[in-house]
């Protein structure tokens, strides 16, 4: 059973009132764009993430983060839960969250960066757990919805950053085109040398250079053992690195 919460060396993550707990490659997400934005040669001004979950993600950005930083999280477990660790936090002050559906909420300004870890799984073998299909499926925001969202509300310099299933980004960066949106970097997951790729990391702009950076993850070097990049990555964070 996953533990009621996470602990990271900056904030923790109250987690057993959320649909979704904290994985893995959400954590590799959250450092690996935190490290993006910190290296911009210019400065993001405010922030949106869509779907807020646990607040896992407007924290982990906080913490590299110096801008405001507004969330939007439609189920209302989720969204008590994650206003409690962002009240518990030291970013609080510049931290906002939204209790309402995407799709239909009016938000108060454009973003020069929008993030989101969406529903993974369309047309996918679902679970007896309405909360969680709604959370992973694509129940309540599909990517078109995500995609028609983030253009209407991305300013003109700003980046959009996503989570995919590796067997997704390719539908994905064609479907991103016609919403205006490019891909600029491109991090590839997987937990082993051994194992196929499953998880994506992608940062779009408006801009289309015809080029993307292209990085890969391994999690772990051995069984039980993190990888060298891994550990670089995510020792800002995790407790033990």
Request: net charge neutral; proline share 5%.
């Amino acid at each position: 059973m996953p533990n009621n919460y996470f602990q990271f060396k900056e904030f923790t993550i109250y987690q057993e009132r959320c649909a979704l707990k904290v994985s893995t490659d959400s954590c590799v997400f959250g450092a690996w764009l935190s490290k993006k934005v910190a290296n911009l040669p210019y400065h993001l001004s405010g922030c949106l993430d869509i779907g807020a979950g646990s607040g896992l993600l407007m924290l982990m950005l906080a913490q590299q983060f110096p801008g405001s930083i507004h969330g939007i999280e439609i189920d209302r477990e989720s969204y008590e839960q994650a206003s409690e660790n962002i009240a518990a936090s030291n970013w609080y002050n510049r931290l906002k969250l939204f209790h309402d559906d995407v799709k239909l909420f009016s938000l108060p300004h454009q973003y020069d960066l929008i993030i989101s870890n969406p529903p993974f799984f369309e047309g996918d073998l679902k679970s007896s757990n309405s909360k969680y299909n709604f959370a992973k499926h694509n129940d309540g925001l599909t990517l078109q919805d995500l995609l028609e969202i983030t253009a209407r509300n991305l300013s003109q310099k700003g980046l959009f950053a996503v989570l995919l299933p590796y067997h997704r980004a390719a539908y994905f960066e064609q479907l991103a085109t016609s919403y205006g949106l490019y891909p600029s970097d491109k991090l590839s997951m997987r937990q082993s040398l051994q194992h196929p790729h499953f998880r994506v990391a992608l940062l779009l702009s408006r801009e289309n250079t015809g080029q993307v950076k292209k990085e890969e993850l391994v999690i772990r070097q051995s069984p039980g053992v993190y990888s060298a990049p891994f550990i670089s990555l995510l020792k800002k964070y995790y407790l033990h690195l």
